[in-house]
């Protein structure tokens, strides 16, 4: 069983122009209005590409003829943008934006958002940029084109009235394939590393974000407690000799004490990488968690060995995550937690039978959940109507363990 969630919602096909009819339909006009604006528009794309390149090449041999031309470049990347923004309002062509040249900085902390490359490595970068310069080459060959569909759309218009639809029809189909060719992202390598940077950020906010909230629990928590049994046990050393009664009594609540911490500090242990999950796997760590749930949770783990270790911890604390919203906000009177591996994936399904209704957006952690399976080529998909019951599938990828 395998169930995912498309990332992109535009499929193969959805860009295909209707079928030609013999009549004038929106479809139609909408294609002849693109006809009729090719000539001015690549006029000015026409002339905006010499002025660049021939500028750029003359002053290439002064200290602004590089930066003028990388400038150019950029501006290029404007254009290709304005002519797919057209083409989807009038072809109903779909083409992705490629993605940013320079990327984006993303996370915080100290250091965050800083370039880390220099101004020649900037230069040279968008010297390299091949959406730019395929968008130039678009619009050196755009003119001559869009002076012949201009004329020729032009005389349909006025006498080959009858055939306009197939005529329009026919040279649209030409643009389509120049703005798919030249004006589409460079491959998909392109669009993977533009999914990469953001999967990037989603883990380093993540990891910021874990980071305080351990820093937050040992300061609140155990740090409080052991600086409070500090003082007991140096005031109780103070009435050791003078009331040895009282002093015994303020050891003995020092050993409180102690218990506490260490048991707080087993939690916070337990939050990054529980003992139990290490040493015993999937199915041992979730019957723990699940045992701690205020509602009775069948665990069925059905896995033919044990994945990387980097896996199984993502899949065990989206479990925990999950089981904390049935106990929370579910109101449900029994959960099920199902593993299993199928193919490459490894496959997790938590259900339970409360009041459904939830939603990544609705405040109970489940975008952050998709965020962080995403990250990692999972997948996640809710399912909970409105009176239960709540189905949550999630998907990763199947990783062997290292047996180094």
Known sequence: MSVSRPVNSSLPGDDRPPPVRFGYDRHTWKEVAHLLTNFPVALLGFLYAVVTVSTGVGLSVTVIGLPWLVCGLAGARWLGRWERARARALLGVRIDE????????????????RRTEGVLSRVWTGLKDPVAWRTLLYSFIRLPWGVVTFAVTLVGLLV??????????????????????????????????????SDR??????????LRRIERDL????????VALAMGLGLAKEKLLEDPEAAAAMVDEAHGEVKLALQELRDLARGIHPAVLTDRGLDAALSSIASRCTVPVRVEVDLPGRPAAAIEGIAY??????????????????????????????????????????????????????????????????????GGPTVVTAELPWRERDRT
């Open 219 to 226: 300061h609140d928590g155990a740090q409080a407690r052991l």
């Open 317 to 386: 604390f989206t479990v925990s995550e999950l089981l904390q919203n049935v106990s929370k906000h579910s109101g449900a009177r029994s959960a099920a937690v199902d593993v299993w591996r199928t193919d490459d994936r490894l496959m997790l399904q938590v259900t339970d039978d409360g009041r459904g209704g939830a939603r990544l957006d609705g405040g109970t952690g489940m975008s952050g959940l998709a965020e962080r399976l995403g990250a990692v080529d999972g997948l996640f998909v809710l399912d909970s109507p409105a």
């Open 98 to 113: 490629p993605s940013p040249l320079y990327g984006k900085s993303r996370g915080r902390g100290r250091g965050a958002g």
């Open 201 to 210: 950020g989603v883990v380093v906010d993540t990891a910021a974000a874990d």
């Open 160 to 197: 080959l009235w009858p055939v306009l639809p197939y005529l329009v029809r026919g040279l649209t189909q030409a643009d389509r394939a120049m703005v798919r060719g030249l004006l589409s992202p460079s491959d998909e390598l392109e669009r993977r590393i533009a999914e990469l940077e």
